[in-house]
């Protein structure tokens, strides 16, 4: 007997409310803590192109001022 043939006699409801507020109450710690890595991980990736952005601007202002300057 699989699992399709199972939910097939089931009403409506247990299907779409029941078994989803189960799994969320059973996985929700589990699903919160991935929700939460994954957000964490973007903003720590965005910190890090910012920085290097930053960086690499900072780079490009400095050597133009430099080479135009031509006391070197």
Sequence with gaps: MSVREIFA???WWVKWVAVPVI??????GLIA???GFVIGLLFK??????LVGGLVFVVRKFMSSSS???DW
């Design 45 to 50: 990736v965005l910190v890090f192109v910012i």
């Design 23 to 28: 799994a969320i109450v059973v996985f929700g």
């Design 33 to 35: 803590s991935v929700i």
């Design 9 to 11: 006699g089931m009403p």
């Design 68 to 70: 135009s300057r031509g």
